[in-house]
């Protein structure tokens, strides 16, 4: 589905460069759902934008590709022109973010931005239904209907029609508009009926701030899927919800991957999460990838030191003390030379300081960037 | 409309009145400042009057205590008599409708520029940040900002008058079209030259008023617009900094959608607070350029007043003035409400 | 924060920050232009007897006039600058006119603090009736657009410098009073201020000692760079002819002299350039390097845009 070769990519700041991303490989196989785990800093928020073409400022792609398949061809994203990004955008791969009210927009309806998915991807579609219920209606409708039929006949040859947009907006000649408002704000209520939302036309009309927090993120979610995109990333969905809530969003995220086929790259900082969530995991440290293996694997037999301190991490029952990883996360404007984990590596040698370990394949369907091995 | 903006709009009115009754006794403080014969000059409502200042003084109760002497001039306020002004002999409150056609006039140029160029430039150079239209906008908005507003009406008009030869004069009309203006062939509509030039079909008034008005307008605008672009600019770079632009970008909208649907409509917040704000700086520079250009607005004969001491003027326009920003600001407010569904709740 | 680890030395965090803003500040080429140019003002205003010495020293602020024609005169060798309507000489009076400026700027700025401070700081720990007041208070003023009341109580407190510096003192302690009350609304409902209470400290005790010091830090910075605004809105005063007596060296004043003087003759319309253009290059240039440091600091201390 999606292939990532040696991405190196970095930030131009104030404080010096910043190597945010160095060779990153990451395989994203159709019909998984695969997990991406690291702490703040370790770039995976950075490279799942990147998969969306997504670059800000003063971020630039240095090296290595992206390549994006789909439908029997592919797309390179690091080479793609805007508007072909901007059509694979929410059609082809969509998003969703940690925070879910600031990925919704506090002065416009919950149904705006919806609508505003489904119409920039599937105006199509809807043009002609619209046209159709017009067509049903002209033998009844005056003049008003025969105008909506003009302004949509234009619209369905081309949807940035200047003189339709224009005109749109006055009174009469704009009476098409309520009728494609109705019908998206039909297929609005539909999806957040799918989403579980109780109430779905209210919250249609609602603005974001008179949601809740699972609810918002729940028309974060249908405003992703609308359009039913082959690849879904979602960046730490639930961090800033509810342990109850989360529970019933990653359900919902789970359903949904099911319904609509979608791949899904699910990137947490939790294991636990990522136990529950995915088929296989990538471990990604300080803006490479360490390790990539199927879940099970990495929870019964971690290879990469990283892995493993993790691991270990992790508060258990029964056990008395916690074992904190040593050292902390490294400064990306000058990370430590070869290895960046080798300063907190219990099993560093010489070679760890000289040279970046690139990733191999010491068994069957697990990869490892590490000198161990 | 929703009711929670009506219920915004009632709460926001109920507002004003202790503003505006505070607006009064602060006026009225200040005419404590004065004797009790500069007080008089405050009810004196004709020239017959003037010359009875012991009776004025009397019949209104001049020498009785505090609280008494403020509900009668609050009394005489509401009921229009805000005085006498001495510099254009007639009653405070007729100077103020004789003059404020001209400065409407000024304001319905001045104000929609403003605005407008103020609104395009800031966005521009938000988008286009530490490029070269940016700096450029930014180093011109700042020599705007730091020039007194009196020097750029000086240097204006000895620019743009003195040296051209007088294209742009100083003044409303020239001597012909002031004397043709007040002749009875030319019926007075609404006191606003252009307009009634127009209305009446004299074209050459028309061009004559408005080449009197272009450097008012400048100097007006050039002060405004570098306030109101350096908001403009700051406020779009935030909305563009925030997770919903992120969110619109990866939706697949195109640049134009994300910036000025998503960013836009949040950027306009704090510059449609500004609006209001610009509504004080409007009035403050229309006080400094009509005296530079010896335009005859409203500034122009506060400044006369000042400089006479005609106490009923100078309080009688800053009542004005209080009055109408406290209602552009409750304008603006509503407006706020309207764009921005948070703010309702408060 | 993209990483950036703690590989620095254990500095105190408020001292890096400081450090930080001003290599920041010394960065910035717009905070070193105007810190150059009020360099320069500075001392031109501390130089001032010596640059233009006067000639009756117990009234340095009095303008020489070389006779009392009207007509003003050109630039020449006694006049560096020329003279005003009247013969004042413009030379002297933009270089004591440096010293008036910053009277005006730093007493202004000094009351308004002073005042804003301390009704603000009541405003905002006792809550309740006192902070009502206060907040109607200001109101009010905020209601008249800032000249126009200035204007005001400058007729009403007659023409001197004094009463130009009280009227726009008047004019000016608002903002700072509310944007007092603001902070102190917020540091009070930090933790440290309960626990202080919890261990008896006193209401006067608890604003000195914890609340002030830090609301009062910003503040200070936005009030100081106020200086250039509000020498420019008692310069306006002083051009409208309200406010300091005549010949008195200010810069507001000299270009009110210059006001029968715009356009010269036909033939030569900019023949008295220097009595307008001069004086207002100083306000120009004074207000400027007061508002470039004033944005330099903004944009440095914004916690956004700081580390870009």
Not at chain 1, 250 to 260: C, D, G, H, S
Request: proline content about 6%; some cysteine; charged content about 20%.
């Amino acid at each position: 589905m999606a292939e990532v070769q040696d991405l190196t990519l970095r930030y131009y700041t104030y404080e010096g460069v910043v190597k945010a991303l160095e060779r990153v490989n990451l395989v994203v196989r159709t019909g998984e759902t695969l997990g991406v785990v690291g702490e703040t800093g370790s770039g995976k928020t950075v490279t799942a934008l990147a998969i969306m073409g997504i670059v800000l400022p003063p971020g630039k792609i240095e090296e290595g590709s992206i390549i994006l398949h789909h439908d029997g061809g592919y797309i390179e994203v690091t080479k793609a022109r805007v508007d072909v990004l901007q059509r694979i955008r929410g059609r082809l791969v969509a998003m969703i973010f940690q925070e879910p009210s600031q990925a919704l927009n506090p002065v416009y309806t919950i149904e705006d931005q919806i609508g505003e998915a489904y119409l920039t991807h599937m105006h199509g579609e809807i043009y002609t239904k619209a046209h159709q219920e017009v067509e049903r209606d002209i033998e009844r409708g005056g003049i008003k209907v025969r105008i909506e039929r003009l302004m949509l006949r234009r619209l369905l040859r081309n949807p940035n029609d200047r003189l339709a947009n224009f005109l749109g907006r006055l009174p009469l000649l704009g009476a098409y508009r309520s009728r494609v408002k109705r019908i998206v704000r039909g297929m609005v209520v539909d999806m957040l009926r799918q989403m579980d939302v109780p109430d779905p036309e209210r919250v249609a009309s609602s603005y974001p701030h008179e949601l809740s927090g699972g609810m918002k993120q729940r028309a974060v979610i249908a405003m992703a899927l609308a359009c039913r995109p082959a690849l879904l990333i979602a960046d730490e969905p639930t961090t800033s919800l509810d342990v109850t809530i989360e529970a019933q969003i990653l359900e919902l995220i789970r359903r949904m991957k099911v319904r609509y086929d979608t791949t899904v790259l699910f990137i947490t900082h939790d294991l636990g999460l990522i136990a529950e969530m995915a088929d296989r995991v990538a471990v990604m440290y300080a803006g490479s990838v360490v390790e990539v293996a199927d879940v099970k694997s990495i929870f019964s037999r971690p290879l990469h030191p990283y892995t493993q301190a993790l691991l270990r991490a992790i508060p258990r029952i029964g056990v008395r003390e916690l074992t904190p990883i040593e050292g902390t996360i490294p400064n990306l404007v000058n990370p430590p030379s070869g290895c960046r984990f080798h300063p907190r590596c219990p099993y560093a040698f010489e070679k760890c300081k000289l040279e970046q370990p690139q990733l191999t394949m010491p068994e069957e369907g697990r990869l490892v960037a590490c000198h161990l091995y | 409309m929703s009711s929670d903006l009506r219920s915004y709009i009632v709460r926001r009115i109920i507002m004003v009145i202790p503003v505006l009754l505070g607006v009064s006794i602060l006026i009225f403080s200040v005419v404590q400042l004065f004797s009790p014969v500069e007080r008089a000059s405050l009810f004196i409502r004709s020239e017959r009057e003037a010359s009875n200042v012991a009776g004025i003084i009397r019949k209104y109760g001049l020498d009785q205590p505090i609280h008494i002497q403020y509900v009668n001039w609050l009394s005489e306020v509401l009921r229009g008599n805000l005085g006498w002004s001495k510099v254009v002999s007639r009653p405070v409150l007729e100077a103020l409708l004789t003059f404020l056609p001209a400065t409407v006039e000024l304001t319905i140029y001045a104000a929609p520029l403003t605005i407008i160029l103020g609104i395009y430039l800031g966005k521009k150079a938000a988008v286009h940040k530490d490029k070269a239209i940016d700096h450029l906008t930014r180093t011109l908005a700042i020599v705007g900002w730091s020039m007194p507003t009196f020097w750029l009406a000086i240097m204006l008009l000895a620019i743009f008058y003195g040296y051209t030869g007088g294209i742009f004069p100083p003044d409303r009309l020239s001597v012909e079209a002031a004397v043709y203006v007040q002749s009875p062939q030319f019926t007075r509509y609404t006191g606003i030259n252009t307009i009634d030039a127009l209305l009446n079909g004299q074209l050459w008034v028309f061009v004559d008023a408005l080449r009197h008005i272009v450097l008012p307008t400048l100097t007006l605008v050039t002060v405004q617009v570098a306030l109101l672009m350096r908001v403009m600019r700051s406020s779009m770079l935030e909305a563009l900094g925030q997770g919903y632009v992120l969110a619109a970008r990866a939706k697949g909208l195109d640049e134009r959608t994300v910036v000025d649907k998503h960013a836009g409509r949040n950027a306009m917040i704090p510059v449609i607070t500004l609006s209001g704000l610009l509504v004080a700086s409007m009035l403050n520079g229309v006080v400094i350029t009509e005296t530079v250009f010896n335009y005859k607005g409203v500034g122009w004969w506060f400044v006369r007043a000042a400089s006479q001491l005609d106490i009923p003027s100078v309080l009688g326009f800053s009542m004005f003035a209080a009055v109408l920003f406290v209602m552009a600001n409750l304008i603006v407010d509503i407006l706020y409400a309207y764009i921005d569904p948070r703010i309702r709740l408060t | 924060m993209l990483g950036l680890g703690l590989n620095r030395r254990r500095v105190a965090p408020r001292l890096r920050e400081i450090r930080f803003t001003l290599r920041r500040l010394r960065s910035s080429p717009l905070s070193i232009a105007g810190m150059a140019i009020i360099a320069v003002f500075i001392a031109i205003a501390i130089l001032a007897p010596v640059l233009a010495p006067p000639p009756d020293p117990n009234r340095p602020f009095n303008i020489p006039r070389d006779g009392f024609a009207s007509e003003p005169r050109p630039p020449s060798p006694q006049h560096i600058f020329g003279t005003a309507e009247g013969q004042y000489d413009i030379y002297y009076g933009v270089i004591w006119g440096t010293r008036t400026a910053f009277t005006i700027g730093i007493v202004v700025v000094g009351a308004s603090l002073l005042i804003g401070i301390i009704l603000g700081s009541l405003s905002g720990y006792y809550g309740g009736l006192v902070d009502n007041i206060l907040m109607r208070v200001t109101d009010v003023i905020f209601a008249f657009p800032g000249l126009i009341l200035a204007v005001a109580f400058s007729v009403a407190l007659g023409r001197s410098m004094e009463s130009v510096m009280l009227a726009v003192t008047l004019v000016s302690w608002p903002t700072y009073a509310r944007i007092l009350r603001g902070d102190i609304l917020q540091v009070k409902q930090e933790t440290f201020v309960e626990a202080s209470k919890t261990l008896g400290g006193s209401d006067y005790w608890i604003i000195t000692r914890h609340i002030l010091p830090n609301a009062i830090y910003p503040l200070f910075i936005v009030a100081t760079l106020d200086i250039g605004s509000i020498v420019l809105l008692a310069a306006a005063l002083s051009f409208l002819g309200i406010g300091v007596p005549l010949g008195y060296a200010d810069w507001g004043q000299l270009i009110s002299l210059a006001r029968n003087w715009i356009v010269g003759p036909p033939n030569d319309p900019l023949k008295y350039w220097h009595t307008w253009t001069i004086p207002g290059l100083f306000i120009l240039l004074f207000v400027l390097g007061w508002n470039l440091l004033g944005d330099a600091f903004r944009d440095i201390l914004d916690p956004k845009i700081r580390r870009r």
